[in-house]
């Protein structure tokens, strides 16, 4: 029996690993879970689990939740709340699934306390990526991907040689807007933006995937979670959803993963790993869906990708910028304080008036995150 402690229970990847557990309940059990402000939700899962710890975001919220939790179920609450969850249980694996940079404390304290990591939270590693992995190989703990793209370059690399690698290609469905022109952009709404055509994911990501952020926070994960150059790295818009990413090694051979677009996979696939088991998901007919298809990325098209290749080749306090600056800009967005096209124009504002700096310690990514988000909440 595999203990777990799932930090962002009620968001999309949460509730789909909580379906993953349920499907697998002779193996997992849910010893924690953070939650933010649903409360609701929260009080379902907790019954349901009945996990030794629950964290939300308040102390107001966890003394109203406190009153429907099942028996031996502790309420805690906050950043030390979500810090507990992560590391102060028994959990052997950390399910980081919270969207955004608060990820990141908690995830250090999990592997702190040598907790296998479950990443979904791509933000952590763009962020402090050289924090976070060289931790982890201090304390030998592995970081398995969740990201679906990540999952697959990381089941393409097993018993691979890394010296052998030529690069690898993360596909992009291409979002909301794949088949809009930037002039189609001008005045496109929350609504619209919100609606991916492939994938059901939370608000903040759907807007990074249509303005292709998304990808551009995948890129710089994925350097430090393979250990490459960016050079190295390639992104290409795939619709379909179907080829989830690939390897190019040094003979022009390629090995992709291939599936339906469910999340569920690559979740479990990082719960069970290196085993695999049988999925509650829809089996890949190639015959049925006929054909797969490709473009090109279009760095003019997605001035964001374009920007997030450029942030991680600067490198040091640059990834943490783009990272802070984008987080705002789509909360802006989604307040309907700026328009969609203004997303890109905030990103970019704040990178350009970023003087890149050394970030190696906490306290000095957390100063130069505070700095990029105060500058795009107000250009």
């Known amino acids: 029996m595999k203990n777990i402690a799932l930090l962002g229970s009620t968001g999309s990847i949460g509730t789909q690993t909580l379906d993953v557990v349920r499907h697998q309940r002779d193996r997992f059990r849910i010893v924690g879970l953070s939650a933010g402000n649903n409360a609701e939700l929260v009080i379902?899962?907790?019954?349901?689990?009945?996990?030794?710890?629950?964290?939300?975001?308040?102390?107001?919220?966890?003394?109203?939740?406190?009153?429907?939790?099942?028996?031996?179920?502790?309420?805690?609450?906050?950043?030390?709340?979500?810090?507990?969850?992560?590391?102060?249980?028994?959990?052997?694996?950390?399910?980081?699934?919270?969207?955004?940079?608060?990820?990141?404390?908690?995830?250090?304290?999990?592997?702190?306390?040598?907790?296998?990591?479950?990443?979904?939270?791509?933000e952590t590693l763009v962020t402090a990526g050289h924090i976070v992995m060289q931790r982890a190989k201090e304390r030998g703990v592995a970081v398995l991907p969740i990201d679906s793209e990540h999952?697959?370059?990381?089941?393409?690399?097993?018993?691979?040689r890394r010296s052998d690698v030529l690069g690898i290609t993360l596909t992009a469905s291409g979002g909301s807007f794949r088949d809009r022109t930037r002039e189609q952009l001008a005045g496109v709404t929350v609504e619209d933006a919100l609606k991916h055509p492939n994938w059901s994911m939370g608000a903040k990501i759907t807007i990074d995937s249509a303005t292709m952020v998304n990808k551009g926070l995948e890129v710089i994960e994925a350097k430090w979670l393979f250990d490459l150059d960016y050079d190295q790295v390639n992104?290409?818009?795939?619709?379909?959803?179907?080829?989830?990413?690939?390897?190019?090694?040094?003979?022009?051979?390629?090995?992709a993963q291939l599936g339906m677009p469910d999340m569920r996979v690559p979740i479990q696939y990082a719960l069970t790993y290196p085993e695999r088991l049988p999925t509650p998901t829809e089996r890949l007919s190639l015959a049925q869906i006929g054909k797969l298809q490709f473009r090109e990325m279009d760095y003019e098209r997605f001035p964001c990708l374009r920007l997030a290749f450029q942030c991680g080749r600067l490198g040091q306090s640059a990834p943490t910028v783009y990272n802070a600056a984008n987080e705002v800009a789509v909360a802006r967005f989604l307040n309907r304080e700026i328009s969609f096209l203004d997303i890109e124009r905030v990103l970019e504002t704040v990178v350009e008036r970023h003087d890149v700096c050394d970030v190696h310690d906490l306290r000095t990514i957390t100063e130069v995150d505070e700095w990029a988000r105060g500058l795009a909440a107000t250009v």
């Open 44 to 122: 379902e899962q907790a019954k349901e689990f009945k996990p030794a710890l629950v964290s939300v975001a308040t102390k107001e919220l966890a003394e109203q939740v406190r009153l429907y939790m099942p028996e031996g179920t502790r309420v805690t609450y906050g950043e030390e709340g979500l810090i507990e969850v992560a590391a102060g249980t028994d959990a052997d694996t950390v399910v980081t699934a919270i969207i955004g940079s608060r990820g990141l404390p908690a995830t250090l304290a999990a592997i702190h306390a040598g907790k296998t990591i479950g990443l979904a939270n791509k």
């Open 151 to 160: 999952s697959a370059i990381y089941q393409c690399l097993n018993g691979e």
């Open 235 to 255: 992104v290409l818009i795939h619709p379909e959803s179907i080829i989830h990413s690939y390897v190019e090694f040094t003979d022009n051979s390629i090995i």
